[in-house]
């Protein structure tokens, strides 16, 4: 199987590590910046790397991971979808709706296999909060409060943050669509959104043209009101959720390493605590695993073009709302 990773940047470069491990097939990498290239053959040296950008077309792909930055999302997807290709997309789906309905109808008349990354859903504390729920744990949710921050320029270290995507408007940046694996594990977590409200705004001296902090408040059909904070200014590494419910609370930190859970009946906390020698790249490699599965067996995903849709216009729907 012909796999090629167009942009190989530091998620890009992630997959193709981690599709080179599993032994996925024979894998491919594309970026039109040489020094992109040069990292990829340091880490994977039996890929092959191009950044001639006629073989995107000329490849003969069976699979594409798009990794670029979030405004060339559907160009590439459109491209692999016209060539029947497989497609797994870097969260976010796109920076706006152009085109995506274009994209869906390609990829049902081609019978294409989508999925947009959602490697929040692979990682093992939002899976277990997520088993909890669906044992009814705490009863009637009522409502959460999710939270997401961490410092920009500490992101990429080694690169100067102002030319990140994440700073520049026409590239997809700003912390609501960079920060949207929040407002896709809620989803995942409640169900449909009724009722958005949002503000958001550049409130901070980072030099960026993007918004650097933004809060949400979300209806779910199934019940719950639901909180979302995200900003690129914390100091700290910071993410968090905390679900109460009739009958107990669930709280899981980042940075504990752990989900607690409330019993009200037995007036105690119970606590399921990260696997040993977890680490962060794992809820990646479950995520591959999981759409290389899907792949195998000719199974949709659970995050598909059109499901990711739904995602992305809740978030921009906050977009078009206040601007602080």
């Not at 277990?128 to 409060?145: H, W």
């Not at 195998?296 to 977009?319: G, I, P, Q, S, Y």
């Amino acid at each position: 199987m012909k796999i090629i990773v167009i942009g190989c940047g530091s998620v890009g470069q992630r997959h193709i590590k981690n599709l080179s491990f599993l032994r996925a097939g024979e894998i491919f990498g594309f970026d039109i910046d040489k020094r992109k290239l040069k990292k990829i053959k340091d880490i994977a040296p039996l890929v092959t790397v191009s950044s001639d950008p006629g073989i995107i077309r000329k490849g003969n792909f069976a699979v594409f991971f798009i990794t670029t930055p979030t405004a060339l999302h559907v160009k590439y997807a459109l491209e692999a979808a016209g060539q029947g290709a497989k497609i797994f997309i870097e969260k976010p789906l796109s920076l706006d709706l152009k085109n995506i309905d274009r994209l869906i109808k390609s990829i049902k008349r081609k019978k294409v296999i989508s999925m947009v990354g959602c490697n929040m859903r692979f990682y093992w504390a939002i899976a277990r909060i997520r088993r909890l729920l669906e044992k009814n744990t705490i009863g009637k949710i009522i409502s959460a409060r999710i939270e997401f921050g961490q410092y920009l320029p500490d992101w990429h270290p080694a690169e100067d943050y102002r030319s990140l995507y994440s700073a520049k408007k026409h590239l997809g940046g700003g912390i609501i669509l960079d920060a949207i694996h929040e407002i896709d594990y809620a989803l995942w977590l409640f169900g449909k959104v009724g009722n958005i409200v949002g503000i958001y705004g550049k409130l901070s001296s980072l030099r960026i043209e993007t918004e650097d902090v933004a809060e949400l408040l979300l209806k779910f059909k199934s019940g719950p009101i639901v909180s979302i904070h995200m900003d690129y200014i914390q100091r700290t590494y910071s993410r968090s959720c905390r679900i109460i419910g009739e009958s107990g609370t669930i709280f899981w930190d980042f940075n504990e390493h752990c989900v607690k859970l409330y019993l009200a009946k037995k007036k105690k906390w119970l606590i399921f605590r990260e696997p040993k020698g977890y680490k962060i790249n794992d809820m990646y490699i479950e995520e591959a695993k999981y759409f290389l599965s899907c792949l195998k067996n000719k199974r949709d995903t659970f995050n598909n073009v059109a499901d990711a849709t739904k995602t992305l216009k809740v978030a921009l729907a906050v977009k078009t709302h206040n601007y602080a």
